[in-house]
């Protein structure tokens, strides 16, 4: 189980560096100040992107409960 462990690890990693890039990418657009619309479609595209790093998170933090608890 330590497999399932280590590969969780590396995915809540990969998880958080998604949320990281997401905050950079947020603070960025914020301090461009762009018209509207395109600040509100580049916002949308980054709002996909932190889905999807929340749920590779989480996904990897049952991963390595279950490693924890199966081993």
Excluded: F, Q
């Amino acid at each position: 189980m330590t497999v399932l462990v280590v590969l969780g690890v590396l995915v809540v990693v990969a998880g958080l560096a998604g949320l990281g890039h997401c905050i950079r990418t947020g603070y960025a657009i914020r301090r461009e100040k762009p018209d509207p619309e395109v600040a509100r479609a580049r916002l949308r595209r980054l709002v996909a992107v932190n889905l999807a790093s929340v749920a590779a998170a989480a996904l990897g933090l049952m991963m390595v409960v279950m490693g924890l608890t199966l081993g």
